[in-house]
């Protein structure tokens, strides 16, 4: 192994905020709260760890996703990248929790619009219901990892403010890149678009492939975390959504 790229003392790696398909072994630990005690990037593309104190589990763990131990506390792996899909049941802990983060910003921020609204003397655009808890109870650090969970997200994200909103909601804020890419996946998903006049089936696709392209560069998710990758940027934008509502 020749030349060593750099060294770093005991600390804990940044998470994967959003996920990636591929990802080094020091954003991996960081993902599944294990700490190093040093570690080195070869120019080979190998890399090694120093890391005491793990319990046999945790030691498995790294063996199965190619860190080898070689004795002494030292680890081996003959590439500094990981891909996510491959062994996204060691890290999905962290996805559900970035995941439930996500909805409790969601909710903190329609709990904050209904106060401003009642502090104004107006009625609040939001219809509750039973309906919209289950919804929050339902996904609330449940992540998508396939087309099927993935298109049952969408309906009930849809349902969960879209169609609650839809008939106390001023025109302008229909055009929000929330709103349009939300109804045109669920139009996609949900509705035989056979029919539908041309220019509509256009404007659904159109609004399709635009946030498949932004989000994950491709015309649509077909791994796990490209999955996860767009439920996460649903949330994002509903949560951008909001914050246009708030004011």
């Not at 349009?180 to 492939?209: P, V």
Request: glycine residues 6%.
């Amino acid at each position: 192994m020749a030349g060593v790229r750099k060294s770093k003392v005991r600390k804990k790696v940044s998470k994967i905020i959003p996920p990636k398909e591929i990802c080094t072994f020091k954003e991996f630990l960081g993902d599944i709260d294990v700490s190093y005690d040093d570690e080195k990037e070869w120019n080979d593309g190998s890399c090694t760890f120093l890391i005491a104190n793990l319990e046999e589990e945790q030691i498995t763990i790294l063996e199965d996703v190619g860190l080898h131990k070689l004795g002494y506390d030292l680890f081996y792996s003959e590439t500094d990248k990981i891909n996510v899909n491959e062994k996204l049941r060691y890290i999905k802990p962290f996805f559900m929790k970035e995941e439930k983060t996500k909805w409790d910003e969601i909710i903190g921020k329609i709990i904050e619009i209904e106060r401003k609204y009642s502090s104004e003397g107006g009625t609040c655009p939001f219809v509750p219901s039973i309906f919209q808890l289950h919804i929050v109870a339902k996904w609330s650090g449940n992540i998508t990892t396939n087309t099927t969970e993935f298109k049952d997200f969408v309906t009930d994200l849809n349902s969960f403010l879209v169609e609650s909103l839809k008939d106390n909601l001023d025109n302008k804020y229909k055009g929000h890149y929330f709103w349009q890419t939300i109804t045109a996946l669920r139009h996609g998903y949900s509705h035989d678009t056979t029919k539908w006049r041309e220019e509509n089936k256009m404007k659904i696709a159109q609004n399709t492939m635009k946030f498949f392209q932004d989000v994950i560069g491709k015309g649509q998710p077909n791994t796990s975390v490209g999955f996860v990758t767009c439920q996460f940027k649903l949330l994002e934008l509903c949560s951008d959504f909001l914050d246009s509502l708030r004011g």
